[in-house]
C-alpha cells in the first residue's frame, strides 16, 4: 500500500470502500501474525501477550454480542501490539454438539427423515459436511469489524489436533479416578433427547401451579395426610412420604403405609433429616427417578426408584415401575398428562386444592425445552479436586476477575460445585472413548484399538455417548496452541499462560472456571491472569437482544451503513465496567450517532489539519527548542503528557507483578470508556478546538513559528490517531498514512504507542487565556446575547494574568468576538466572571441589552422561581413527605430543590449586575 499525501484527502470519509482495501492489505502484510521465538520466553525481546477468543459455534453469524466481546478483545490486542508486545489474538470455533446437531437434524427433517433413518455414521459424515460448507462464515464476518486476529492459527474443536487434547485430558481424569460412571438423576432434555449439566439446564420464572393432593392410609382410606406438588404426573413414581426423624407430630407415623392415588401402590412413610421440619407441612413426597433429592434421599433409604416418564417426555413404565402408570395415561405426553392426572385426582376425591405457584424452572440452554430430572446411566467428572486450586487461585490473586462483584458468584459456586455430567446422548461431537466388553473389562484409550478384548480376546465396543461440548472447550488455552502433541512446543512455551480472558458473564461457569481448572491440572498454571467480564448489549427496555424477540441488531449492518469505526466506538464509548451497553434495534440512527457523529469530526479535523501543515516532512518533537514555544505551544504538549498518563491509567496495569495480583491492582485498569474519552477528549477538545484554532494564523506566515507549529501539529495528531487507533483502527490508519514525511510500507496497526512528552512548566499560562475565553462564551450564553455580538471584555484583579491574556488579544477576539481591555470597568449594569487566581472578566451591558427590560425578566423569574422553591422546601421539610414517598420521588425532589437554588443564586447574581437590589 502506498502512502497517500495529505493534498487529496477526499471532503469525506468513505468508510465501506476504505475498510474492506485496508483489511485486505493488513491481512496481506501479515501484520497480526505473532512469533514465538520473538518472545522473551524464548529467548527474544518482547514480552508476549496472548488472548484466546470465546470460540463461537461453527454454523453461527455475527449478532451485536460477538461484535462487542471483539471489540473488546481486539482493542486490547491493538493496543498491546503497539506497546512492543507480541501480541497473539487466537482465533477458532467449536464444534457446538447440541446446537450444530439440532441444525442438522432440522434440515433432514425436510427431507422426511430422522438421523435415525441415516443412521450413526452417515449423520456424522453428512454434519461434518455441513460444518465444511457453512462452518466459519462468523471468522469471515469478524473481520468485518476489523478483528486483527492471527487466522493463521483458527482452531477448531472437533479437529484431529484438538480432538487428542480431549481424550488425553478424558484417559488422564479417568486413570485417576476423576473420571466416572454412576446411575443417578440428571437434567434430561426431551427435544434434543440427552442429558445436560446443571450449567446447561438453565432457570427460567415461570408462572405455575401448586397442586395439595391427599395421600390415603393404606389401612384406613377415611384418613389422610396432605403433600404439595408442581409435577403432579411425576406422583406416579413416588415410593414413600418423607418427614424429619425428630418431628414429634409424625414419629408414630413412621412405618405407616399410604395408598398411591391413581397408582393404587401402598408406600410408606419414612423419616429422614433432609426434610424442613418448618417448610410447609413438614411432610415431602419422594419421587427418587425424577427427582435429585429425592434420589439422594431414596438411596440412604434403600427405596426402589420407577422411571414413569420416557426419554421423549411421554408416560410410561419405563424401569422398576410396572403397574404404576394406568393404560390411559400410558404415551401421553407429560404435560398433557399432567392435565389428565389432576382430573383423575379431582374425580376420585383426592386433589385438596390448587394455588397458583411462581417458580424457577429448568430450560435447555439450546432449544429451550423444559428439562426433565431423570435417572440415567451418565459420565462425571468428580471436581471437587478440581476446583479447590481453582478456587485458591482467584482468591490468592492467581486470576483477578473484573468487575470484583463477579468474585463472590464464582466464589458461591465453586465451594458448592456438583460433579459435572460430561456424557450427551449425540451424534456430533467427540465419542467417550472408553470401550467395554462382555466379561465385563473396561478400558479407556488414547487410540482406537485395533484388536479384540485384552482380557479375554472377545469383541469390545465403544461407549456411545458424546462428550459435552464445554469438555474440549475448557481445554482451549491449551489445547490450542499444541497440548498434548507439542507439551514442549515453541507456541505452549511461548504464549501459556495467555493473558486476558474476555468473555460474557453468562459463561463464568460453563467455560471460564473450567478452564481454570483444567490449565491448573493438565499445565500446573492457570491459563490467564485476568478474566474481564463484560456487559450485556440490551435494548431500550433493557431486554437482552435475542433473535426470539426480535429485538436484535446486524452488526454488518451497522458496519454497512456507518462504518465498523463507528460501530466499535459506540460499543466502547458506552460500555462502563460491566455495565450493559443500551442499543435501539429501531432507530440504527439514533444508536450509533456517537460513532459516525466521531468519525465525520475526526475525518474533519484530519483534513483541516493536513491541508494546512502540507505534506513536507517536519522535525520531531525532540528537535525543536522550547525557547521558541508559544504559551499555547507548552499547553498542548503537557495536554499530550496528560491523556497518553490517562490512556494508560485507564488500560493498565498489564500483568500481575510475580504472577499475583496485588490487592490494590485487582480492579485497576480495563476502563475501555474511560480510555475511549481521554483520546477523544484530546484530539477533539484539546488539539482540534484549541491548538489547531491557536494555530491557524502561525501557519500563513513563513518561518521557524510555522515550522514549529507544524511540527507540533503533526506530532501531536500522529500520537492522537495512536491512542485512538485500538478503538477505531481504519480511519486513524487511513489519516495515519496521509502525515507528512511517512515512510512507505509503514502501519499505525505496528507503531509505537505513545510515551509521554517531557512536560512544560509554562502551560499555565495558555490556560489563562482558555479561562478568559470561556468565560466571555459563558456569558454570552446566560445573557443570549447572539454571536456577532461584538464584546469588550475589561480584565481587572491578576495583573500578571492579566498581561498573558492581553498577549493572546488577537487569538481571543477570533474565537469569542470579544475585544479584550486591561483594566477595570465603566460604571453601569456589568456581567461578571471570577476566574482563578483572582482574574475577574467584566463585560458591560449598557448598549448591548435593554438592561431595565432584562431586569424585570430575571425578577419575574426570581420572584416565580423564589415561590416554588419555598413550597418544595417545605414538601421536603416535612417528616410526613419524606417519610412515606418512594425513596426515589424524595431524591428527585432533592435534586430538584439543588438545582432551583443554583438557578436563583445566577438570577440574583445577574439582577446585581444589572443595578438591581
Same mark, same amino acid.
Given at each position: 500500500?502506498?502512502?497517500?499525501?495529505?493534498?487529496?484527502?477526499?471532503?469525506?470519509?468513505?468508510?465501506?470502500?476504505?475498510?474492506?482495501?485496508?483489511?485486505?492489505?493488513?491481512?496481506?502484510?501479515?501484520?497480526?501474525?505473532?512469533?514465538?521465538?520473538?518472545?522473551?520466553?524464548?529467548?527474544?525481546?518482547?514480552?508476549?501477550?496472548?488472548?484466546?477468543?470465546?470460540?463461537?459455534?461453527?454454523?453461527?453469524?455475527?449478532?451485536?454480542?460477538?461484535?462487542?466481546?471483539?471489540?473488546?478483545?481486539?482493542?486490547?490486542?491493538?493496543?498491546?501490539?503497539?506497546?512492543?508486545?507480541?501480541? /497473539?489474538?487466537?482465533?477458532?470455533?467449536?464444534?457446538?454438539?447440541?446446537?450444530?446437531?439440532?441444525?442438522?437434524?432440522?434440515?433432514?427433517?425436510?427431507?422426511?427423515?430422522?438421523?435415525?433413518?441415516?443412521?450413526?455414521?452417515?449423520?456424522?459424515?453428512?454434519?461434518?459436511?455441513?460444518?465444511?460448507?457453512?462452518?466459519?462464515?462468523?471468522?469471515?464476518?469478524?473481520?468485518?469489524?476489523?478483528?486483527?486476529?492471527?487466522?493463521?492459527?483458527?482452531?477448531?474443536?472437533?479437529?484431529?489436533?484438538?480432538?487428542?487434547?480431549?481424550?488425553?485430558?478424558?484417559?488422564?481424569?479417568?486413570?485417576?479416578?476423576?473420571?466416572?460412571?454412576?446411575?443417578?438423576?440428571?437434567?434430561?432434555?426431551?427435544?434434543?433427547?440427552?442429558?445436560?449439566?446443571?450449567?446447561?439446564?438453565?432457570?427460567?420464572?415461570?408462572?405455575?401451579?401448586?397442586?395439595?393432593?391427599?395421600?390415603?392410609?393404606?389401612?384406613?382410606?377415611?384418613?389422610?395426610?396432605?403433600?404439595?406438588?408442581?409435577?403432579?404426573?411425576?406422583?406416579?413414581?413416588?415410593?414413600?412420604?418423607?418427614?424429619?426423624?425428630?418431628?414429634?407430630?409424625?414419629?408414630?407415623?413412621?412405618?405407616?403405609?399410604?395408598?398411591?392415588?391413581?397408582?393404587?401402590?401402598?408406600?410408606?412413610?419414612?423419616?429422614?433429616?433432609?426434610?424442613?421440619?418448618?417448610?410447609?407441612?413438614?411432610?415431602?413426597?419422594?419421587?427418587?427417578?425424577?427427582?435429585?433429592?429425592?434420589?439422594?434421599?431414596?438411596?440412604?433409604?434403600?427405596?426402589?426408584?420407577?422411571?414413569?416418564?420416557?426419554?421423549?417426555?411421554?408416560?410410561?413404565?419405563?424401569?422398576?415401575?410396572?403397574?404404576?402408570?394406568?393404560?390411559?395415561?400410558?404415551?401421553?405426553?407429560?404435560?398433557?398428562?399432567?392435565?389428565?392426572?389432576?382430573?383423575?385426582?379431582?374425580?376420585?376425591?383426592?386433589?385438596?386444592?390448587?394455588?397458583?405457584?411462581?417458580?424457577?424452572?429448568?430450560?435447555?440452554?439450546?432449544?429451550?425445552?423444559?428439562?426433565?430430572?431423570?435417572?440415567?446411566?451418565?459420565?462425571?467428572?468428580?471436581?471437587?479436586?478440581?476446583?479447590?486450586?481453582?478456587?485458591?487461585?482467584?482468591?490468592?490473586?492467581?486470576?483477578?476477575?473484573?468487575?470484583?462483584?463477579?468474585?463472590?458468584?464464582?466464589?458461591?459456586?465453586?465451594?458448592?460445585?456438583?460433579?459435572?455430567?460430561?456424557?450427551?446422548?449425540?451424534?456430533?461431537?467427540?465419542?467417550?472413548?472408553?470401550?467395554?466388553?462382555?466379561?465385563?473389562?473396561?478400558?479407556?484409550?488414547?487410540?482406537?484399538?485395533?484388536?479384540?478384548?485384552?482380557?479375554?480376546?472377545?469383541?469390545?465396543?465403544?461407549?456411545?455417548?458424546?462428550?459435552?461440548?464445554?469438555?474440549?472447550?475448557?481445554?482451549?488455552?491449551?489445547?490450542?496452541?499444541?497440548?498434548?502433541?507439542?507439551?514442549?512446543?515453541?507456541?505452549?512455551?511461548?504464549?501459556?499462560?495467555?493473558?486476558?480472558?474476555?468473555?460474557?458473564?453468562?459463561?463464568?461457569?460453563?467455560?471460564?472456571?473450567?478452564?481454570?481448572?483444567?490449565?491448573?491440572?493438565?499445565?500446573?498454571?492457570?491459563?490467564?491472569?485476568?478474566?474481564?467480564?463484560?456487559?450485556?448489549?440490551?435494548?431500550?427496555?433493557?431486554?437482552?437482544?435475542?433473535?426470539?424477540?426480535?429485538?436484535?441488531?446486524?452488526?454488518?449492518?451497522?458496519?454497512?451503513?456507518?462504518?465498523?469505526?463507528?460501530?466499535?466506538?459506540?460499543?466502547?464509548?458506552?460500555?462502563?465496567?460491566?455495565?450493559?451497553? /443500551?442499543?435501539?434495534?429501531?432507530?440504527?440512527?439514533?444508536?450509533?450517532?456517537?460513532?459516525?457523529?466521531?468519525?465525520?469530526?475526526?475525518?474533519?479535523?484530519?483534513?483541516?489539519?493536513?491541508?494546512?501543515?502540507?505534506?513536507?516532512?517536519?522535525?520531531?518533537?525532540?528537535?525543536?527548542?522550547?525557547?521558541?514555544?508559544?504559551?499555547?505551544?507548552?499547553?498542548?504538549?503537557?495536554?499530550?503528557?496528560?491523556?497518553?498518563?490517562?490512556?494508560?491509567?485507564?488500560?493498565?496495569?498489564?500483568?500481575?507483578?510475580?504472577?499475583?495480583?496485588?490487592?490494590?491492582?485487582?480492579?485497576?485498569?480495563?476502563?475501555?470508556?474511560?480510555?475511549?474519552?481521554?483520546?477523544?477528549?484530546?484530539?477533539?477538545?484539546?488539539?482540534?478546538?484549541?491548538?489547531?484554532?491557536?494555530?491557524?494564523?502561525?501557519?500563513?506566515?513563513?518561518?521557524?513559528?510555522?515550522?514549529?507549529?507544524?511540527?507540533?501539529?503533526?506530532?501531536?495528531?500522529?500520537?492522537?490517531?495512536?491512542?485512538?487507533?485500538?478503538?477505531?483502527?481504519?480511519?486513524?490508519?487511513?489519516?495515519?498514512?496521509?502525515?507528512?514525511?511517512?515512510?512507505?510500507?509503514?502501519?499505525?496497526?505496528?507503531?509505537?504507542?505513545?510515551?509521554?512528552?517531557?512536560?512544560?512548566?509554562?502551560?499555565?499560562?495558555?490556560?489563562?487565556?482558555?479561562?478568559?475565553?470561556?468565560?466571555?462564551?459563558?456569558?454570552?450564553?446566560?445573557?443570549?446575547?447572539?454571536?456577532?455580538?461584538?464584546?469588550?471584555?475589561?480584565?481587572?484583579?491578576?495583573?500578571?494574568?492579566?498581561?498573558?491574556?492581553?498577549?493572546?488579544?488577537?487569538?481571543?477576539?477570533?474565537?469569542?468576538?470579544?475585544?479584550?481591555?486591561?483594566?477595570?470597568?465603566?460604571?453601569?449594569?456589568?456581567?461578571?466572571?471570577?476566574?482563578?487566581?483572582?482574574?475577574?472578566?467584566?463585560?458591560?451591558?449598557?448598549?448591548?441589552?435593554?438592561?431595565?427590560?432584562?431586569?424585570?425578566?430575571?425578577?419575574?423569574?426570581?420572584?416565580?422561581?423564589?415561590?416554588?422553591?419555598?413550597?418544595?422546601?417545605?414538601?421536603?421539610?416535612?417528616?410526613?413527605?419524606?417519610?412515606?414517598?418512594?425513596?426515589?420521588?424524595?431524591?428527585?425532589?432533592?435534586?430538584?430543590?439543588?438545582?432551583?437554588?443554583?438557578?436563583?443564586?445566577?438570577?440574583?447574581?445577574?439582577?446585581?449586575?444589572?443595578?438591581?437590589?
Amino acid at each position: 500500500m502506498t502512502n497517500p499525501s495529505s493534498s487529496d484527502i477526499p471532503a469525506q470519509y468513505d468508510a465501506g470502500a476504505t475498510e474492506r482495501a485496508l483489511y485486505s492489505a493488513w491481512e496481506a502484510a501479515g501484520l497480526f501474525h505473532a512469533h514465538a521465538e520473538r518472545t522473551t520466553r524464548a529467548g527474544g525481546t518482547r514480552d508476549p501477550f496472548t488472548i484466546v477468543i470465546p470460540p463461537p459455534n461453527v454454523t453461527a453469524v455475527l449478532h451485536v454480542g460477538h461484535g462487542l466481546n471483539n471489540t473488546v478483545q481486539d482493542v486490547i490486542v491493538r493496543w498491546r501490539r503497539m506497546a512492543g508486545d507480541e501480541a /497473539l489474538w487466537l482465533p477458532g470455533t467449536d464444534h457446538a454438539g447440541i446446537a450444530t446437531q439440532n441444525v442438522v437434524e432440522k434440515l433432514i427433517a425436510q427431507e422426511g427423515k430422522t438421523r435415525f433413518d441415516l443412521g450413526r455414521e452417515p449423520f456424522v459424515a453428512r454434519t461434518a459436511e455441513f460444518v465444511k460448507e457453512t462452518g466459519g462464515v462468523i471468522l469471515q464476518q469478524l473481520r468485518a469489524i476489523g478483528a486483527s486476529a492471527d487466522w493463521r492459527r483458527t482452531a477448531y474443536t472437533l479437529s484431529p489436533e484438538l480432538s487428542r487434547a480431549v481424550r488425553e485430558a478424558f484417559v488422564r481424569l479417568y486413570e485417576k479416578g476423576l473420571i466416572y460412571r454412576g446411575y443417578r438423576v440428571i437434567h434430561w432434555c426431551p427435544r434434543c433427547l440427552t442429558s445436560l449439566s446443571d450449567e446447561e439446564a438453565e432457570f427460567k420464572d415461570t408462572h405455575g401451579k401448586l397442586y395439595h393432593v391427599r395421600y390415603p392410609y393404606a389401612d384406613d382410606p377415611t384418613r389422610f395426610i396432605t403433600v404439595a406438588t408442581t409435577r403432579p404426573e411425576t406422583m406416579l413414581g413416588d415410593v414413600g412420604v418423607a418427614v424429619h426423624p425428630d418431628d414429634e407430630r409424625y414419629k408414630d407415623l413412621i412405618g405407616t403405609e399410604l395408598l398411591l392415588p391413581i397408582a393404587n401402590v401402598r408406600i410408606p412413610i419414612v423419616a429422614d433429616s433432609f426434610v424442613d421440619k418448618e417448610f410447609g407441612t413438614g411432610m415431602v413426597k419422594l419421587t427418587p427417578a425424577h427427582d435429585p433429592n429425592d434420589f439422594e434421599a431414596g438411596k440412604r433409604l434403600g427405596l426402589a426408584m420407577p422411571v414413569v416418564i420416557t426419554p421423549d417426555g411421554h408416560m410410561g413404565e419405563v424401569h422398576d415401575a410396572d403397574g404404576r402408570v394406568p393404560v390411559a395415561l400410558r404415551g401421553v405426553e407429560r404435560f398433557d398428562a399432567r392435565k389428565k392426572v389432576v382430573k383423575m385426582l379431582e374425580a376420585q376425591g383426592f386433589l385438596e386444592k390448587i394455588d397458583q405457584h411462581h417458580h424457577a424452572v429448568r430450560h435447555c440452554y439450546r432449544c429451550h425445552t423444559v428439562v426433565e430430572p431423570r435417572l440415567s446411566d451418565q459420565w462425571f467428572v468428580k471436581m471437587a479436586p478440581l476446583a479447590k486450586p481453582a478456587l485458591e487461585a482467584v482468591q490468592t490473586g492467581k486470576v483477578r476477575i473484573v468487575p470484583e462483584r463477579w468474585n463472590a458468584v464464582y466464589v458461591n459456586w465453586m465451594e458448592g460445585i456438583r460433579d459435572w455430567n460430561i456424557s450427551r446422548q449425540l451424534w456430533w461431537g467427540h465419542r467417550i472413548p472408553v470401550w467395554r466388553c462382555a466379561c465385563g473389562h473396561e478400558e479407556a484409550l488414547r487410540v482406537d484399538p485395533t484388536g479384540g478384548c485384552p482380557k479375554c480376546g472377545g469383541a469390545w465396543t465403544q461407549d456411545e455417548d458424546v462428550l459435552d461440548t464445554w469438555f474440549s472447550s475448557w481445554l482451549w488455552p491449551i489445547s490450542t496452541l499444541g497440548w498434548p502433541d507439542k507439551d514442549n512446543g515453541p507456541d505452549l512455551k511461548a504464549f501459556y499462560p495467555t493473558d486476558v480472558l474476555v468473555t460474557a458473564p453468562e459463561i463464568l461457569f460453563f467455560w471460564v472456571a473450567r478452564m481454570i481448572m483444567a490449565g491448573l491440572e493438565f499445565k500446573g498454571e492457570v491459563p490467564f491472569h485476568t478474566v474481564y467480564l463484560h456487559g450485556t448489549v440490551r435494548d431500550m427496555q433493557h431486554r437482552k437482544m435475542s433473535k426470539s424477540l426480535g429485538n436484535g441488531i446486524d452488526p454488518l449492518e451497522v458496519v454497512e451503513k456507518f462504518g465498523a469505526d463507528a460501530l466499535r466506538w459506540t460499543m466502547i464509548g458506552g460500555m462502563g465496567l460491566g455495565v450493559d451497553v /443500551l442499543l435501539d434495534p429501531d432507530d440504527l440512527e439514533k444508536s450509533f450517532a456517537p460513532g459516525r457523529n466521531f468519525a465525520t469530526k475526526l475525518w474533519n479535523i484530519g483534513r483541516f489539519l493536513l491541508m494546512q501543515v502540507g505534506h513536507d516532512a517536519v522535525r520531531p518533537l525532540a528537535a525543536l527548542d522550547r525557547a521558541t514555544f508559544r504559551s499555547a505551544d507548552h499547553w498542548i504538549v503537557n495536554r499530550l503528557a496528560d491523556a497518553v498518563a490517562e490512556c494508560n491509567a485507564a488500560l493498565g496495569p498489564v500483568r500481575p507483578p510475580n504472577g499475583t495480583w496485588p490487592e490494590n491492582q485487582r480492579q485497576a485498569g480495563l476502563r475501555l470508556d474511560a480510555y475511549a474519552e481521554a483520546a477523544r477528549r484530546f484530539l477533539w477538545n484539546d488539539l482540534a478546538d484549541w491548538y489547531v484554532e491557536s494555530s491557524k494564523h502561525r501557519l500563513a506566515e513563513p518561518g521557524e513559528d510555522r515550522e514549529v507549529a507544524r511540527a507540533l501539529l503533526v506530532h501531536c495528531f500522529d500520537q492522537g490517531l495512536r491512542l485512538l487507533h485500538p478503538i477505531m483502527p481504519f480511519i486513524t490508519e487511513t489519516l495515519w498514512q496521509r502525515l507528512p514525511g511517512q515512510t512507505p510500507g509503514t502501519w499505525l496497526v505496528q507503531a509505537a504507542w505513545p510515551t509521554a512528552p517531557a512536560r512544560s512548566d509554562l502551560a499555565h499560562e495558555f490556560e489563562v487565556v482558555k479561562d478568559v475565553i470561556t468565560a466571555v462564551r459563558q456569558i454570552r450564553n446566560d445573557y443570549v446575547l447572539p454571536p456577532t455580538q461584538q464584546l469588550t471584555a475589561h480584565l481587572a484583579g491578576n495583573a500578571p494574568a492579566a498581561g498573558l491574556a492581553m498577549a493572546e488579544a488577537a487569538f481571543v477576539q477570533r474565537m469569542c468576538r470579544a475585544e479584550l481591555v486591561h483594566g477595570a470597568a465603566p460604571a453601569g449594569a456589568a456581567a461578571h466572571a471570577l476566574l482563578g487566581g483572582g482574574l475577574e472578566v467584566v463585560i458591560p451591558l449598557e448598549g448591548i441589552v435593554d438592561v431595565a427590560k432584562e431586569r424585570g425578566k430575571l425578577e419575574t423569574e426570581l420572584a416565580q422561581l423564589d415561590k416554588q422553591l419555598t413550597g418544595l422546601r417545605g414538601r421536603l421539610a416535612n417528616p410526613g413527605f419524606t417519610a412515606k414517598a418512594p425513596a426515589a420521588v424524595v431524591d428527585a425532589e432533592r435534586a430538584k430543590e439543588a438545582e432551583w437554588s443554583a438557578r436563583t443564586d445566577l438570577l440574583r447574581a445577574k439582577i446585581r449586575a444589572m443595578g438591581g437590589a
